[in-house]
């Protein structure tokens, strides 16, 4: 039998396995949560699916009359190279999502009911103007109103302040009131840096403790309240400066205060120790100069530490309109400078991590020196560290990649060469530029959604968000 059986050949040896890809949506099944890499290589599918599903001009009368944001909306389209500073100042969305405040340079104060607003973008006509009934709260002034804040624990009380005014307005939306139910005023005892009628450009509150509340003004200084004490300050943190701080940011932990200021600087105060904390608990220290910033950070010298960005470019000190933290990475600082460019400043390390550059506004044919006085507030996405940020010479908005990690195309180590296809499809990371109808000042965007309300310079909002599709 042995001569009838045909001889095996040696099996070859075992080849090498073709390297597949690994499934990423089976590892979130397995796991049961999505990895920050794998968002990262999905946001742009998110960035790409945003466009303008409304538009809402600022059409509100008070007694048949014009509301004072609606007469200037008309000048403005009138003699556009006549009006400045016109539109909205700033928007700011409550810890749920529900309301949404707004405050125009005319000042105007107004409250609107999120889903009202939303479900009336379903409209055929994507430029019908908002259901005047349906407002929660309109305020009309003649005094000009640079920001809004919800007291995050505290969803019926929003406050403004204006750098023409040294009060800081409380309102309660659960009554029906002209009147603020509570105004906080700097006091002249306060004008350590000057004489001058101070104003308040940004407002802050402390999360552990609603009583306390802070506002940055235009003589360098960071103004704090108890509110249950008195309504004159009973704290100061002090710059070397007088500038103008434009924005004010504290962290998660109320630890540290940051501060940036119209000179390029960007200030940092911390009250876990020394005098600054104790502070918080005796007004008796006011008078004694220990509540300095704990260090400054001239922002245009980290941003000459760029090579390439220094070879391109002439790095000069520029006012900062905005300061940000990232929600879903705390220890990134996100910046907006006067001239359009945005990035990050990593708190860690305190290096500028990430930095985006749009090309200057005067090579656009539409420029409008006065369009560039105009302050921009930015605002996060809830995830995926998406900046929104209003463009300084376009009509519309960028939505800029700022994740932590050199595979952002925003990074300063990107390397263009290197980069690989990543997310489903094979997309590739970039930024996205978003034309409006209208040019953005300021940016809110949903906690819950990630929805975008933008204000604009014709005092309208635009909604942006994932397009209806029909059933």
Not at 64 to 89: A, D, K, W
Not at 198 to 210: E, M, Q, R
Not at 353 to 377: D, F, G, M, Q, V
Not at 418 to 445: D, H, I, W, Y
Request: glycine fraction near 6%; include cysteine; proline fraction near 7%.
């Amino acid at each position: 039998m042995d001569k009838y059986v045909v001889p095996q050949k040696p099996s070859p040896p075992n080849p090498k396995p073709i390297p597949r890809k690994q499934w990423n949506r089976g590892l979130i099944e397995l796991n049961g949560r999505m990895e920050p890499k794998y968002c990262h290589s999905v946001s742009g599918l998110l960035t790409e699916s945003y466009s303008q599903i409304g538009a809402f001009p600022h059409l509100y009368h008070i007694n048949g009359e014009p509301c004072p944001s609606h007469s200037n909306r008309i000048q403005t389209t009138m003699y556009p190279l006549g009006v400045r500073n016109l539109g909205f100042s700033a928007l700011d969305f409550d810890n749920k999502g529900i309301y949404l405040a707004s405050v125009t340079k005319a000042g105007c104060l107004t409250v609107h009911d999120f889903e009202a607003l939303y479900c009336q973008s379903y409209a055929s006509n994507p430029c019908l103007a908002e259901d005047e009934s349906k407002l929660v709260l309109h305020l009309p002034s003649h005094r000009q109103r640079d920001c809004v804040r919800w007291n995050p624990a505290n969803q019926d009380e929003v406050v403004c302040t204006s750098m023409l005014s040294d009060e800081v307005l409380v309102f309660d939306i659960g009554y029906i009131s002209s009147q603020p139910s509570q105004v906080l005023r700097i006091g002249s005892s306060f004008s350590c840096h000057s004489i001058t009628r101070k104003g308040l450009s940004d407002v802050a509150f402390t999360l552990d403790d609603n009583s306390r509340l802070l506002a940055s003004d235009t003589s360098g200084d960071i103004n704090v309240w108890d509110r249950r004490m008195s309504a004159l300050p009973y704290l100061e943190l002090t710059t070397p400066s007088y500038c103008t701080l434009n924005s004010i940011e504290s962290n998660v932990e109320n630890q540290i205060i940051f501060g940036a200021g119209k000179n390029g600087v960007i200030y940092m105060w911390d009250l876990r120790g020394g005098r600054a904390s104790s502070a918080f608990q005796s007004h008796r220290e006011f008078s004694q100069p220990s509540h300095r910033p704990l260090a400054s950070f001239k922002l245009a010298s980290f941003l000459e530490k760029i090579s390439p960005l220094k070879a391109q470019s002439d790095i000069v000190a520029k006012s900062i309109h905005s300061i940000d933290l990232d929600p879903s990475c705390p220890y990134q600082l996100a910046f907006h400078l006067d001239d359009g460019w945005s990035g990050v400043l990593n708190l860690y390390n305190f290096q500028v991590t990430h930095i985006h550059c749009p090309p200057p506004a005067w090579l656009n044919e539409s420029y409008n020196s006065a369009c560039i006085l105009s302050s921009r507030k930015p605002s996060w996405l809830p995830t995926n560290s998406i900046y929104v940020v209003g463009s300084s010479s376009e009509n519309g908005i960028h939505l800029l990649d700022f994740y932590p990690d050199s595979s952002s195309p925003t990074h300063v180590d990107y390397n263009e060469d290197e980069r690989g296809m990543s997310g489903p499809n094979n997309q590739t990371k970039r930024n996205r530029f978003l034309p409006l109808t209208e040019g953005v000042t300021a940016c809110a965007v949903h906690p819950l959604n990630g929805t975008i309300v933008a204000g604009t310079k014709l005092s309208s909002l635009l909604m942006i968000s994932q397009s209806h599709q029909p059933c």
